[in-house]
């Protein structure tokens, strides 16, 4: 061989090692210098110190993003009708009810994402099998009904944030709102449908901006976090303060964010290490974003309570960040409202498709093409002209998010029980099976959600939806 060049090297680096191997290389010529071996350089790596580093970067960006989401997407029409009206109508009495139903929410959406993460089930096909074929077949149809109503007041929210910025009709913008969503959904993936609209949708926090600007009775809010009943009400008073307080449970706890948020985190994959990002998006990130239900709620209660005011329209809300900021803090309201309706809008539709989906067996997901999943492509399309023919009925929008409401809280029991049933099963779950405290909230928050449930529909008839 010839000097400077081994028989390892050749065979591994040389552009002619196999050659070297197999033929005996000729003496060399005295004169001649020994040539180093002909090797390509070694591609060098990046420092080991620095990949921790990025990857810890990456998780923090990450874990930003699904923060912010989730505040951004929190607020949806129905939110924004309940609070306004509930602080406008009662003061401050019922901020605990948003504290309590966010603390639900928070429960029973960890553990959605939990369950999709370890047991890899969204929440439908836990429900054929927990809960038998019939009953599951029932609380799909009584789910896909809920759903469908609230997709259409999203839609007609959505129509009426439009007619308000622009002028036009809306009819004309409720259509051209529901084209634009099937565009999304048909060309964006999950992850980017997701995160554009919920971080467009922090617009909102002007709402909080706003709160703090018109100096609040900041001891009446505190004082509004500790449950109670106000005194000296009526009777029929007595009823819709009931009716508020059951509205803003089934308002912060739709059964659509669970079907969404579970179905995305099997869309994107999640496994054991995203665990942590669960717990933060959910508690963290739902927590921030009930804020803004309070900052509604409180801003109504001092702007519009005492003028006898009832906030019952998206437009008149705006108004709470257009008092202390003009022209632009009305614009912030209105572009937040209309990034954070349009995102509940998708939402509901893409959550009517994943259940039915996820029912029967079919292909689903966001990151099939549409032809790669027809009939869960033709679910969404179908939710979505299904819920422009009820706006186009001429139905308020108002009047659908009341309806949206009540059919939701109906709902609810069947939706969380095969979640809760499951996040506990150890055979699924291993062990990230439900602990003590998980257990003991869960079970807990399921008797408020069922008596929540038995109490929505007397209450909506004896105070014809709150306006008695």
């Known amino acids: 061989m010839q000097a400077g060049c081994s028989a390892r090297a050749c065979s591994s680096s040389c552009p002619g090692g196999t050659h070297c191997r197999s033929r005996k290389a000729p003496p060399a010529r005295r004169s001649a210098r020994p040539r180093p071996c002909a090797t390509k350089p070694a591609r060098s790596a990046p420092p080991r110190s620095s990949l921790p580093g990025s990857r810890r970067s990456v998780k923090i960006t990450e874990l930003t993003l699904g923060i ?72 799909l149809i009584a789910s896909l009904i809920s759903n469908t109503i609230t997709c259409a007041a999203e839609i007609g929210g959505v129509g009426i944030v439009l007619h308000l910025l622009t002028g036009f009709g809306l009819v004309p913008m409720a259509i051209a709102a529901t084209f634009v969503f099937v565009a999304t959904i048909w060309l964006l993936p999950f992850k980017w449908i997701e995160r554009t609209y919920g971080l467009l949708g922090l617009f909102m926090v002007v709402f909080a ?26 009777t029929t008073e007595l009823l819709t303060y009931g009716y508020f307080a059951v509205a803003i449970v089934s308002a912060v706890m739709f059964p659509y964010e669970s079907y969404f948020y579970s179905s995305g985190a099997i869309e994107e994959k999640w496994s054991e290490k995203d665990l942590g990002l669960n717990r933060l998006t959910t508690t963290v990130g739902f927590g921030l974003g009930s804020l803004l239900g309070i900052a509604i709620l409180a801003s109504s209660a001092q702007l519009f309570g005492p003028q006898g005011i009832s906030p019952e329209l998206p437009g008149t809300t705006a108004l709470e960040a257009a008092i202390p900021f003009g022209r632009v803090g009305l614009l912030l309201a209105l572009l ?107 079970w807990a928050y399921y008797a408020l959600i069922v008596v929540a449930a038995l109490g929505a529909l007397p209450l909506y008839l004896l105070t014809e939806g709150g306006k008695l």
């Open 209 to 234: 901006v706003a709160l703090v600007a018109i100096e609040p009775p900041w001891g009446e809010i505190v004082k509004g976090l500790v449950p109670q009943v106000p005194a000296g009400l009526s």
């Open 68 to 139: 912010l989401t989730a505040v951004g997407g929190f607020v949806d029409v129905s939110e924004l009708v309940f609070m306004a009206q509930a602080g406008s109508r009662f003061q401050y009495a019922l901020v605990w009810v948003i504290v309590v139903a966010t603390v639900g929410m928070m429960v029973f959406g960890e553990m959605s994402g939990r369950v999709a993460a370890i047991a890899k089930q969204p929440v439908f096909n836990m429900m054929r099998h927990r809960l038998g074929l019939n009953l599951g077949l029932v609380t």
């Open 336 to 442: 937040g409202m209309l990034f954070a309706i349009a995102g509940a809008a998708i939402e509901t539709c893409l959550s009517n498709a994943y259940s039915i989906s996820q029912f029967f067996g079919w292909r689903w997901g966001r990151h099939l093409k549409p032809h790669q999943a027809p009939r869960f492509t033709f679910a969404w399309l179908a939710v979505f002209a299904i819920a422009l023919a009820i706006v186009l009925t001429g139905i308020e929008p108002v009047a659908l998010a009341e309806y949206a409401v009540v059919a939701s809280i109906l709902v609810l029991p069947l939706t969380y029980l095969p979640i809760l049933l499951l996040a506990g099963d150890r055979s699924y779950m291993r062990e990230h099976a439900n602990g003590r405290i998980a257990k003991t909230l869960g």
